[in-house]
């Protein structure tokens, strides 16, 4: 299954008259996916904190002809269920609908033993990785329910490792949380996708800051792992629902095929 989702170039047009909330759209693969999903005719809402990389994005999407995306700043740190339902509320005023939701935002401050961590760090870490992102699901759920081929995609990360602390915790919470959604979801009426990709180690800024020592020529591009996050985000995945997409480490000069013939 793995490697077909990979190499998949969806047609020109695929996600046309969508619109995509991506989480983490500043940079990583975040940033990768709200320019492939806009590629392909999606109007992408890209929520981030930073604010000038998230405007350097929305530069790109209209350079290359493809619908207006639109910016919407929030911290999820400190956000609370009162800013995710006005952020629901603003979605349905401005844009009218809400077709999918790919859950990237991730924040690891530091790997360390459950004996080193900070109560307060805990908590933080939980809450941007997990909370938050039960708050925004639950926020946006009226939205997806009223969406013809709703879709929910979460960059997922292997847990239950040594060290990995707060953030391990919270992405196994979040794993559990798609799980219950697909569940939930998997019927006739209101059928909506939930699915999961762990991309394995990719050359973002958040793998650089936290593995110092590993050589960042050494790992794979955001851009060249959207293939997966193309397929299940659109209609081409139709009832595919609670699946893990995961691969281990690819090799670096590994290109998805859709840049290769654009």
């Keep these: 299954m793995t490697e077909p989702l990979l190499t998949y170039v969806p047609p020109e047009g695929l ?25 392909f005719g999606a109007t992408v809402v890209l929520l981030d904190k930073q604010v ?5 994005v929305y530069d790109e999407i209209e350079a290359m002809g493809a619908p207006e995306a639109a910016i919407y700043p929030l911290d999820m740190q400190g956000a609370s269920a009162t800013d995710y339902e006005a952020m629901a509320a603003n979605l349905q005023d401005q844009l ?20 080193q961590h900070g109560v307060d760090l805990w908590f933080k870490m939980i809450n941007v990785n997990l909370h938050a992102n039960f708050m ?25 490792k040594a060290l990995q602390g707060a ?22 009426r209101h059928f909506m996708r939930v699915n999961r990709i762990d ?22 591009k955001p851009a ?16 595919r629902t609670n699946e893990l997409c995961r691969w281990g480490r690819l090799p670096v000069d590994f290109v998805w095929p859709g840049e290769v013939q654009s």
């Design 96 to 115: 009218g609908r809400l077709d999918g939701v790919l859950l990237n935002a991730a924040w690891l401050a530091a790997f360390m033993s459950v004996r």
């Design 15 to 39: 996600l046309q008259d969508r619109v995509i909330l991506v989480t983490g759209a500043a940079m990583g693969i975040g940033r990768a996916a709200a320019l492939a999903y806009a590629r």
């Design 52 to 56: 000038a990389l998230m405007e350097q």
């Design 167 to 188: 953030f391990g915790v919270a992405k196994a919470g979040m794993d559990g949380f798609c799980q219950t959604l697909a569940q939930e979801y998997d019927r006739e």
């Design 224 to 239: 060249s792992v959207v293939g997966p996050y193309l397929f299940y985000m659109g209609p081409d995945a139709g009832r």
């Design 199 to 220: 991309t394995g180690p990719v050359r973002t800024s958040t793998r650089v800051m936290n593995f110092p020592g590993e050589n960042p020529d050494t790992l794979v």
């Design 136 to 160: 925004l699901v639950r926020a946006c759920l009226p939205l997806l329910e009223a969406a013809p081929d709703p879709a929910i995609v979460f960059s997922a990360e292997a847990s239950g």
